[in-house]
């Protein structure tokens, strides 16, 4: 990829993590309401289990390859695969505190637990091979059950349409783009680096989300 390219991917990872944890604040900041402490954590946690591995990524465009660095991306991977299923724990939480949660059945609720559950262990297993260039399998296998709950939890938006005047129905759309442009990732960037640029709209749609908790805050 040319060098110009890796630089403005690197300039945009360092404002999208800057953006996480500025924003994470000014949610803890009005952390007395707690959607807002909910969002907060959200945020962060995001931002975190990211950092894991878009350091290492900007110190890799930079630097170059080395062994050492391998080894974060690696990391980086495996923690950014538990963060993202965090925050959509999270983010049903949020739904659950703004929303009526009789609304929706529990064996749906219990669908959206067992599957955050799936998706969890199924990253644990040493199978996934995170260090060793993975496992095809397991990699179809962790991200389907993601998928899965990542459905659930746009199901979980769009039902509630406008209810309180949120706008937060296009919390779906934004779940479905984050997919759209992730999945392709998992199955083509190794053998076609260039798809690995969808990354920067799926994390666009990611801080969309965000920013539909910043409006709450003028709500």
Not at 74 to 93: H, K
Not at 112 to 117: I, R, T, Y
Not at 140 to 168: D, E, P, Q
Not at 179 to 189: E, H, K, Q
């Amino acid at each position: 990829m040319p060098k110009g390219v890796l630089v403005g991917e690197s300039i945009f990872d360092i404002a999208y993590l800057l953006f996480a944890f500025i924003t994470s604040g000014i949610f803890f900041s009005h952390g007395a309401d707690p959607v807002f402490f909910w969002y907060g954590w959200l945020t962060f946690i995001l931002g975190a289990g990211d950092a894991f591995h878009l350091v290492p990524r900007v110190v890799h465009h930079l630097r170059g390859d080395s062994e050492r660095g391998q080894w974060w991306l690696n990391l980086g991977l495996i923690v950014s695969s538990l963060t993202m299923t965090v925050f959509y724990i999270i983010l049903v939480r949020i739904w659950t505190l703004l929303f009526d949660p009789t609304s929706i059945s529990s064996v749906f609720m219990l669908l959206v637990a067992l599957f955050s559950f799936i998706r969890l262990a199924l990253c644990a297993f040493p199978q996934n091979k995170w260090f060793a260039g993975g496992d095809i399998k397991w990699s179809f296998a962790r991200n389907l059950a993601f998928l899965v709950l990542g459905g659930l939890v746009a199901f979980l938006y769009a039902s509630i349409g406008n209810t309180g005047g949120y706008g937060l129905w296009k919390m779906a759309v934004a779940i479905v783009i984050s997919f759209a442009c992730y999945l392709p990732v998992t199955i083509w960037a190794k053998t076609k680096p260039a798809v690995g640029m969808l990354m920067i709209p799926k994390t666009l749609a990611y801080i969309w989300m965000i920013a539909m908790g910043l409006a709450l805050l003028n709500v």
